[in-house]
C-alpha cells in the first residue's frame, strides 16, 4: 500500500510538472522546458502590430476628414456628412440590421417599408451631425449660438440657483457635443462625464474642442471627487445614460424591453442634494438645432434606497424615450442597446 501511495503522489507530481511545462514554466528538475504554443508570442505581437496600423489608418482617415468637412461651407459640408451616412449605411450590414431590429422592436413590424426608411433616414442624421460637430473646433462662441435655438432655460437657472449643482441626464440623441458646446458658449460652468476614446490621439482632438468653448471634461471611472467638487461649486455635471455600458447600473423599461441603464446620476442626486434635469438636442429641416430643457425630477424621500434608484432612473429613460420617439431618427439605433439582458432571479441593488 506504501508502494502504491507513493505511486500515486509520484504520479500527481509528475502530472503537475508536465502541466507547469506546458505552461512555459521550469520544474523542480532540470529538465528542459516545453512550450506548447511556439507562435503564441509572436502571434499576439503580430496582433498588436496590426491594431497599432489599423488605428493609425484610422487617426489619420479622421484627420483627413476633418480637413475636407472645415474647408467646406456648413451647407456643402451637412450634404457631405449625410453622403458618409449613405455610405456606411451601405458598407455597415452588422450596423444597419441592428438598426432595423432595433426600430423594428421599438415601434412594431406593422410597416417595414417605413422601418427602414427610418434606418436611412438614421444614418444620414448621425453623419450629418457629426459634421457639425467636428465643425465646432473651427468654430466661434457666437457662430454656435447662431445656429441652436432653446427653450426651457428658466429650468436650469432655477435650478443652478438652489447652489447645489446640477446634474444633466441626456442621451446620444442629435448633436450631444453641440449641446454640450450652446450651454457652455452661454456661460454656464459645465462638466461633461465621458469615457476616454480608444485612440489616445483621437481623445486629444475631442477633449480640446470640448475646451475651447469652457466645457471641463471628467473621465468616467477616475473623476469622482472632481466630479463631487464641481457640484459643490454649485456647477453643472452631465451624463448620457442611455448606452449598454460597463458600469453599475439596474434594468428599466426602454421602448418597451428592459434596459441595463446607469444609475451613477441618481446616487450623485441623492448624495449630494443636487437636482437631475434631463435635457436633449434635435437638429430641425432647416439645419438649425433646437435643445429642450425640461423640469428637474427631485429623487423621493419615500421607499427603499433600491426603489428611489429605480424609480429615478426609470423617470430619467422615460423621458429619454420620450424626446427619441419626437426625433426617431436622430438617435443611434445601432448601437446594441439591449445586449445586456437580466439574470434569472438576479437581485439588483
Known sequence: MKDERQGLKGGRDLEKGERRWGRGETSGNSYPTINRHPFSAIRRQWRKVFKAVKNWLIYRLVVILIRIIRSLSRAKALKFGAGLGLLAYWTMPRQRRQTIDNLRAAFGTGNDHQIKRLSKEAFFDLGANAVDAVRLEAMSKEQVLDIVKAEGLEHLDAAL???????????????????AAYIAARGYPLNVVARELYDPRLNRILVSTRERFGTKNLTRGKDTRRIVRALKRGEIVAFLIDQDTKVDGIFVDFFGRPAHT??????????????????????EEDGLHHVVVRRCIQVGTTGTRTEKIRNSTARC????????????????????????RPKEGARET
Open 317 to 340: 429613460s422615460r423621458l429619454l424615450e420620450e424626446f427619441i420617439s419626437q426625433h426617431p431618427t436622430q438617435w443611434v439605433w445601432m448601437h446594441q442597446r439591449w445586449k445586456t
Open 262 to 283: 446607469p444609475v451613477g446620476p441618481v446616487v450623485l442626486a441623492m448624495k449630494t442634494g443636487a437636482p437631475l434635469l434631463p435635457i436633449a438636442i434635435h437638429r
Open 161 to 179: 440657483e438652489a447652489g447645489k449643482g446640477v446634474i444633466v441626464v441626456s442621451g446620444h440623441i442629435g448633436n450631444w457635443e453641440l449641446l
